[in-house]
């Protein structure tokens, strides 16, 4: 374009009159500045390039925990912690809970065979020892203190018999529950308070990641994105660990009742087997 300027230029001084000036060539006309609509567009245009530039990189759980700071670092163990616990007591509540149900299944079976309490104290001897053995035992143990004092075969002692022995097995089955029922208050605890922890850090996280802001003085998601999703972390950690910690106490609270239901039950087999004795042989 220089080159055919430059030429026209040397033709319009050729073909102009001897002592005339030729006139000149005006300069190309200047673009008009962009408006502030196009600058906006402009500027929403950018925006959505870095958005999709952004959501196209993947984002993996290690890069969100690298923006953790100390308390959701905390707030994350402790859960983790919980966690673990919580699963831990899991497969112990399954042990402990197939145990006690076959153990209390098969004294049952050999306890129902009995027509005596001698009979009953002779099979039950040779059984392993039990939750429901040690019920057994204790109101044995009942039963031969009031032999002793000759108020076996007394009528008008009878139901002050039955009480001591109904008394005497339920302590050894309110211990036998307990021991069933171990850590459970922990389990609730957990299932109760760990979305709390969690939500404590996610709020933390977010208070940080504000205060960053106002230091960089940028709005710009590709920067705050990051620290905001670290922190939510601690939510669907709290959950993680509020979830499973409910399930396994629902679990171990329905076996619990299962198991003392039959507690119960044999119980009242018992005092039944107790009441016979004593008629058969008040005569």
């Given at each position: 374009?220089?080159?055919?300027?430059s030429l026209?230029?040397?033709a319009q001084q050729g073909a102009a009159p001897a002592g005339q000036t030729p006139a000149p060539i005006p300069p190309p006309p200047m673009a008009p500045p962009p408006s502030a609509s196009e600058l906006a567009t402009a500027q929403e245009r950018g925006a959505a390039a870095a958005a999709e530039a952004a959501g196209q990189q993947e984002v993996s759980l290690i890069e969100l925990f690298q923006h953790l700071n100390g308390v959701e670092i905390g707030v994350m163990l402790i859960l983790l912690g919980c966690a673990i616990y919580a699963l831990a007591l899991l497969f112990e509540k399954i042990y402990v809970m197939r145990k006690a149900s076959s153990q209390t299944r098969d004294?049952?079976?050999s306890?129902?065979?009995a027509n005596s309490v001698e009979e009953a104290e002779a099979i039950v001897r040779k059984m392993p020892a039990s939750g429901i053995k040690s019920m057994f035992d204790a109101g044995m143990a009942e039963v031969r203190r009031t032999q002793d004092l000759g108020l076996y075969t007394m009528r008008d002692a009878r139901d002050h018999t039955m009480q001591r022995v109904a008394s005497s097995m339920s302590v050894r089955q309110n211990d036998h529950l307990e021991d069933l029922g171990s850590s459970m208050t922990f389990l609730a605890s957990i299932g109760a308070n760990a979305p709390f922890i969690g939500l404590?850090?996610?709020v933390w996280g977010i208070m940080v990641a504000f205060v960053g802001i106002a230091k960089t003085q940028t709005t710009s998601l590709a920067v705050v994105a990051p620290g905001i999703a670290g922190a939510l972390l601690a939510t669907a950690a709290g959950l993680a660990a509020a979830i499973p910690a409910v399930l396994i106490y629902n679990f171990a609270a329905k076996q619990i009742?299962?198991?003392?239901?039959?507690l119960d039950d044999f119980s009242s087999e018992f005092i039944a087997l107790v009441s016979r004795d004593m008629d058969r042989r008040a005569g």
């Open positions: 374009m220089k080159l055919i300027n026209l230029m040397f004294f049952l079976g306890f129902r065979k404590f850090g996610t009742s299962k198991q003392a239901a039959k």
